[in-house]
């Protein structure tokens, strides 16, 4: 037996409850997986959050075990990669939405979805940085695939005190990018230049509707936000500037005008972290292994038990987050 939290939907009626579940009940749900994980950490990113509430689509199967990442030991295995013993994290793939996911002590994925938690990190590291810092990771490695150094200017993270926003300051910062953190909480800038946040902007001066074409401010950017954030973000990106967009806080449109691509040849880096292939999958974990402060990582993370994970997720929802939350699934 072990302990998940456990979404249903009866009869149109969501609910979701940390459930007491039979190995056959998780072997019946899993078929096809082939590494059997003593789940150590998972934690909330955003879609946990959603999921946990109802408050989107994003499970796809019901009954459905919550967690769309995972780190934890390997208990079996039949997957040439993997042996009992072993450290193993995984991220995406669909796990938490359409397969069991990692808000349980036990989970079965396929071998072919996990990576080794890179070192310096372990299982509680690596799920501090979750979803949530491998798409900030990914990010920063699709802006410099583009060609951006730090010598072209400013970035700006939008975002700045969620999970995504936090991790993506951090590693520009130690790469030496001067960074501005756009935040609604202005509260927090002491925690924003903390993590190498050189200039603090209040997200109101991005969120409501702008003109197609503004002054030019930002070398790139990563936007954890989208709507009318991203599109001024774009509007204010430099001249052969870039932009890496990822998320859809604000909201999920995106009312702009093709003047920052056609007239300043801005472009436009789409981000998603669920079905990244394996190589880039390692080497966006090989960029955090290099740059993210570890200190700064323990800094901006809190634990929480199993039981906590449902008022994080209605906290986050509410925009009350700061930093990312990783749970405790054997507490
Ligand atoms: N593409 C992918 O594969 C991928 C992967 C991970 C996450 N995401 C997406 O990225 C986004 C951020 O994820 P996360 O885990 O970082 O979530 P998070 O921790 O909740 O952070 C989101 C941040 O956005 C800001 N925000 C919230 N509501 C807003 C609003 N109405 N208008 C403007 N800003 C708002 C807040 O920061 P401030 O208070 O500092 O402004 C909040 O902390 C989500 O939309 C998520 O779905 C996408």
Not at 34 to 46: C, F, G, K, L, P
Not at 132 to 160: K, M, Q, W
Not at 286 to 308: G, I, N, Y
Request: with cysteine; charged share 20%; net charge positive.
């Amino acid at each position: 037996m072990f302990k998940a939290i456990y979404l249903t939907r009866d009869n149109d009626q969501f609910a979701a409850r940390i459930a007491e579940l039979g190995d056959d009940a998780l072997d019946f749900a899993t078929a096809g997986a082939d590494v059997t994980v003593a789940v150590e950490y998972s934690t909330i990113n955003y879609k946990d959050a959603l999921a946990l509430t109802d408050k989107s689509p994003i499970v796809r199967k019901w009954p459905m075990v919550a967690g769309i990442d995972a780190a934890g030991t390997v208990v079996a295995s039949s997957h040439p990669l993997w042996k009992p013993g072993e450290k193993v994290v995984l991220t995406g793939w669909g796990v938490g939405e359409s397969h069991w996911g990692g808000l349980a002590q036990k989970a079965k994925f396929k071998g072919d979805w996990l990576v080794a938690p890179p070192a310096p990190f372990g299982t509680k590291q690596a799920m501090a940085i979750g979803t949530a810092g491998f798409t900030a990771a990914l990010c920063v490695s699709a802006l410099e695939r583009y060609g951006i150094t730090r010598a072209h200017g400013d970035v700006l993270v939008t975002g700045a005190t969620g999970g995504v926003g936090s991790i993506a300051i951090a590693l520009l910062a130690a790469r030496g990018y001067r960074v501005v953190a756009s935040t609604g909480k202005l509260a927090e800038a002491d925690y924003l230049k903390s993590l190498g946040a050189a200039d603090v902007i209040d997200r109101a001066e991005l969120s409501a509707p702008g003109k197609p074409l503004q002054k030019e401010r930002w070398a790139a950017v990563v936007d954890s936000v989208g709507s009318h954030t991203l599109a001024n973000a774009c509007a204010q990106t430099r001249a052969e500037g870039a932009v890496a967009a990822c998320g859809l806080a604000q909201g999920m449109d995106f009312p702009s005008t093709v003047a920052p691509f056609i007239l300043r040849g801005v472009s436009l880096l789409g981000v998603n972290s669920v079905l990244v292939p394996r190589p880039r999958r390692e080497a966006a974990w090989q960029l955090l292994a290099q740059s993210l402060d570890r200190a700064k990582l323990d800094a901006m993370t809190r634990v929480v038990p199993l039981a906590e994970a449902f008022d994080v997720a209605r906290d986050l929802i509410a925009g009350k987050v700061r930093g990312r939350v990783v749970v405790d699934v054997n507490r």
